[in-house]
């Protein structure tokens, strides 16, 4: 019985570059140093993006690098029964709501909004959403639905965190401030977060964390650009009733400019640096896993 499961779970959107052979080395040497297994996971929930070449180009790429793991992988455009049930519980606790307006009603709002003082951003620094289909009665809201009405269903962010109570998590990397350690979760820092919408029945926060507990991941180790997506997971996870992980965040591969890599660059490719003649052992020390 392995005691610790670690994943490394790509979108096949793009080929790999070096940033993702950084996660994916890490992943396999720290399964292999704590004794536990690698999983892969397919991140491919944007299907319209995803393709299947992409899919097969990571599994070679991953091959070349000398990384092995341990079958099957877990697909996770087949397995939308699996959010939708999870979706259905966090209804059945009354924390969603649908949302009705389109990207560009929301970016009006923010815009004025932002006249009257700097609106709000996230981490990542989208603005957060101003909540306005909040206000819905449950009649309007049934009335747009029955009538076919796209929307996204987000969670009421506030209801959430009272229910759930003070979320922290272990992170045994480091933060963008280089915080380690037990990390106090601040979900409300992404205001009211799409769940699920009708063209993507889940989203990355909603199916990572049910695939990290049915897939009995223990350990996350990943970009340290998802770092505050970590206090969305502790939330689903306390909300779900879903086992937490311990969570080790890395650092990003940066390019001369010092930009987080793009699958469109083709400077860090891993496929072209194989065409330049670049070995596996090249690209470990290419990014400080040299040995
Ligand atoms: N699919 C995500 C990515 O390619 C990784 C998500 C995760 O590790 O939680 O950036």
Redesign the pocket.
């Given at each position: 019985m392995y005691s610790r499961i670690l994943r490394f779970?790509?979108?096949p959107n793009g080929h790999l570059h070096l940033g993702h052979a950084y996660s994916a080395l890490l992943n396999y040497d720290m399964a292999r140093e704590r004794g536990g297994r690698l999983l892969l996971r397919i991140?491919d929930i944007d299907v319209p993006r995803c393709r299947p070449e992409f899919e097969e180009a990571i599994y070679e790429d991953l091959r070349w690098l000398g990384i092995s793991w341990q079958e099957p992988v877990r697909r996770q455009s087949e397995h939308f029964a699996d959010y939708a049930a999870a979706i259905g519980k966090l209804e059945a606790q009354g924390l969603l709501y649908p949302s009705f307006e389109s990207r560009a009603e929301i970016a009006a709002m923010v815009a004025d909004l932002d006249r009257h003082g700097g609106w709000p951003r996230d981490p990542d620094g989208v603005p957060i959403y101003p909540c306005r289909a909040r206000r819905l009665s449950a009649a309007e809201r049934r009335r747009r639905r029955d009538a076919g009405e796209p929307f996204a269903l987000r969670l009421a962010m506030d209801a959430a965190m009272a229910r759930a109570g003070p979320l922290t998590w272990a992170e045994t990397g480091a933060g963008p401030q280089g915080q380690s350690g037990t990390i106090t979760a601040a979900p409300q820092r992404w205001g009211d977060v799409v769940l699920a919408r009708k063209d993507m029945p889940t989203s990355y926060h909603l199916a990572?964390v049910v695939d990290d507990a049915l897939q009995g991941v223990t350990d996350?180790v990943?970009?340290v650009d998802?770092f505050w997506s970590t206090s969305v997971h502790r939330l689903l996870q306390a909300l779900l009733g879903l086992p937490e992980p311990t969570y080790h965040h890395h650092k990003l591969i940066l390019d001369e400019e010092g930009r987080k890599l793009s699958k469109s660059t083709q400077a860090t490719g891993l496929r072209e640096l194989r065409a330049k003649g670049a070995t596996p052992r090249d690209i470990r020390r290419m990014v400080g896993l040299g040995r």
């Open positions: 779970a790509p979108s991140e990572a996350v990943r970009g998802l």
